[in-house]
T-cell receptor
Framework: QKEVEQNSGPLSVPEGAIASLNCTYS??????FFWYRQYSGKSPELIMS????GDKEDGRFTAQLNKASQYVSLLIRDSQPSDSATYLC???????????FGKGTTLSVSS | EPEVTQTPSHQVTQMGQEVILRCVPI?????FYWYRQILGQKVEFLVS????????KSEIFDDQFSVERPDGSNFTLKIRSTKLEDSAMYFC??????????????FGPGTRLTVT
C-alpha cells in the first residue's frame, strides 16, 4: 500500500520569502508525482507534475524529485499572500489509474 | 480553458435516500474518476472509469456506489441508501490518458454532500 507523507504545518513565511514544502513516499517504484493546491472549501488544482530526478521549474514554482531518498519537494519563490493554501502531494497507484494523496501542508504567507 | 464541471454544488439528503452526483469531464479526456474528501481529511480515490467500464475501484467503493456514463458528456456517481458517514466533498476528475507517467488529472469544483 503506497503512502504519501507530508508535514501538516502550518508553514508560515513572510511575503517575498521562499516556501519549501516536503513530501516523502513509501513505494520505491513510484514514478509520477504531482503537487496540487487546495484553497479552503475548493477542489485540488494541479500546479506541477514531475517524473524524473532533479528539478522542474514553472514560473515561481520548482518541484524537486529525489527517487533514491523517496523525497519530493515544492519550492515557491517570492511567496504571495494568495499562495496561502493547502498543498497536496500525490503519486499514482500501481496501475497508474488513481492518485494517492498526502494529507497536505498548510501554507500561510503573511503580508 | 476547458474544465471539469459538477452539479449540484451542494446536496442535502436524508439518511437512507439515494443521490446522484453529476460531472461533465473535459471533452477530449478519456479517463474519469471520483474522489471524496471528508472534512479535515485527505482526498481519497473511489473509482476510475474508462471505455464505459470501471477500470479500478477502492475499498470504499462498495455495492452502495455505482458509476455511469449515460451519454457522451455526463459521468455520474450514484450513492444508494446514504449514511451519515457519506457526508463529504465529492470530486470528479478526468485525464487524457492513464497508466503512463505523464498523465495528469484535472479536478472539478466538487459537490458537497450533507447527509442528515
Amino acid at each position: 500500500q503506497k503512502e504519501v507523507e507530508q508535514n501538516s504545518g502550518p508553514l508560515s513565511v513572510p511575503e517575498g520569502a521562499i516556501a519549501s514544502l516536503n513530501c516523502t513516499y513509501s513505494d520505491r517504484v513510484s514514478q509520477s508525482f504531482f503537487w496540487y493546491r487546495q484553497y479552503s472549501g475548493k477542489s485540488p488544482e494541479l500546479i506541477m507534475s514531475i517524473y524524473s530526478n532533479g528539478d522542474k521549474e514553472d514560473g515561481r514554482f520548482t518541484a524537486q524529485l529525489n527517487k533514491a531518498s523517496q523525497y519530493v519537494s515544492l519550492l515557491i519563490r517570492d511567496s504571495q499572500p494568495s499562495d496561502s493554501a493547502t498543498y497536496l502531494c500525490a503519486t499514482l497507484n500501481q496501475a497508474g489509474t488513481a492518485l494517492i494523496f498526502g494529507k497536505g501542508t498548510t501554507l500561510s504567507v503573511s503580508s | 480553458e476547458p474544465e471539469v464541471t459538477q452539479t449540484p454544488s451542494h446536496q442535502v439528503t436524508q439518511m437512507g435516500q439515494e443521490v446522484i452526483l453529476r460531472c461533465v469531464p473535459i471533452s477530449n479526456h478519456l479517463y474519469f474518476y471520483w474522489y471524496r474528501q471528508i472534512l479535515g481529511q485527505k482526498v481519497e480515490f473511489l473509482v476510475s472509469f474508462y471505455n464505459n467500464e470501471i477500470s479500478e475501484k477502492s475499498e470504499i467503493f462498495d455495492d452502495q456506489f455505482s458509476v455511469e456514463r449515460p451519454d457522451g458528456s455526463n459521468f455520474t456517481l450514484k450513492i444508494r441508501s446514504t449514511k451519515l458517514e457519506d457526508s463529504a466533498m465529492y470530486f470528479c476528475a478526468s485525464s487524457e490518458v492513464a497508466g503512463v507517467p505523464s498523465y495528469e488529472q484535472y479536478f472539478g469544483p466538487g459537490t458537497r454532500l450533507t447527509v442528515t
